[in-house]
């Protein structure tokens, strides 16, 4: 069964700060889908970014960037230079390629626990 | 496009009642799934369809079923409300091509259980 752990429940930094958001997954496929969403206070859920089980670079975004490493089981999200309106809820997902029932590329998502982030001004 | 959609914003339920949770898409996606979330627990699916006329269970399906008679529409039934039920249900839609597509999420219910 595939696992998400984030293991930061909460983190709070002043604005200005890096901070770096861990995720650690388990998975027995070899292909495989992560995802980082965002919960603002106002509560919906923003996707963030994709990454697959083969491609392992890491991607910038602005502010954003995200560090993949098969060999940890890692895919860690970094805020350079946070902001007040980072501030949020974030959230690490894991999705298989097969449901282990057949085949089947349902895809079902699996979520860690969230991690709330505070960027204070 | 609307997107995603969910009714109502909030419920207040007494232990016993039932009510249906709406979640509405028109992006013509085959894929769509039912989560709560809890404080420190993350996202939980509870049922989750391929497409209409298909659906299966989640997580924790215990004490809601769905049907998908349409592709638009997916809605999540409590037959008899508990306290335990209480939390914030997201509906979410994804194209059915493959699981490397990012689902969207509706706005979410806020449902507290007396």
């Known amino acids: 069964a595939q696992k998400v752990t984030q293991a930061q429940t909460e983190i709070s930094v002043v604005e200005k700060e890096d901070v770096t958001l861990d995720c650690v997954y388990e998975t027995r496929d070899t292909t495989y889908y992560l995802f980082w969403y965002k919960q603002p206070p106002s509560g919906e859920l923003v996707f963030l970014i994709r990454?697959?089980?083969?491609?392992?670079q890491n991607e910038i975004s602005g502010r954003y960037s995200w560090n993949f490493q098969k060999s940890t089981s890692s895919f860690n999200f970094t805020i350079t230079a946070s902001q007040v309106v980072d501030s949020a809820v974030y959230f690490c997902a894991l999705s298989e390629a097969a449901d282990g029932a057949g085949g089947t590329s349902y895809g079902k998502l699996t979520f860690g626990q969230g991690t709330i982030l505070t960027v204070h001004p | 496009n609307a997107g995603v959609t969910q009714t109502p914003k909030f419920q207040v339920l007494k232990t016993g009642q039932s009510m249906t949770l709406q979640c509405a898409q028109d992006?013509?996606?085959?894929?769509m799934s039912w989560y709560r979330q809890d404080p420190g627990m993350g996202l939980r699916l509870i049922h989750y369809?391929?497409?209409?006329?298909?659906?299966d269970q989640g997580e924790v399906p215990n004490g809601y079923n769905v049907s998908r008679s349409t592709t638009e529409d997916f809605p999540l039934r409590l037959l008899s409300a508990a306290p335990s039920q209480t939390s914030v249900y997201f509906c979410?839609?994804?194209?059915?091509?493959?699981?490397?597509?990012?689902?969207?999420f509706g706005p979410g219910t806020r449902l507290t259980v007396l």
């Open positions: 369809s391929v497409g209409a006329g298909i659906t």
């Open positions: 990454r697959n089980s083969f491609d392992e």
């Open positions: 979410a839609s994804r194209l059915q091509g493959g699981p490397y597509n990012e689902q969207f």
């Open positions: 992006m013509n996606h085959e894929y």
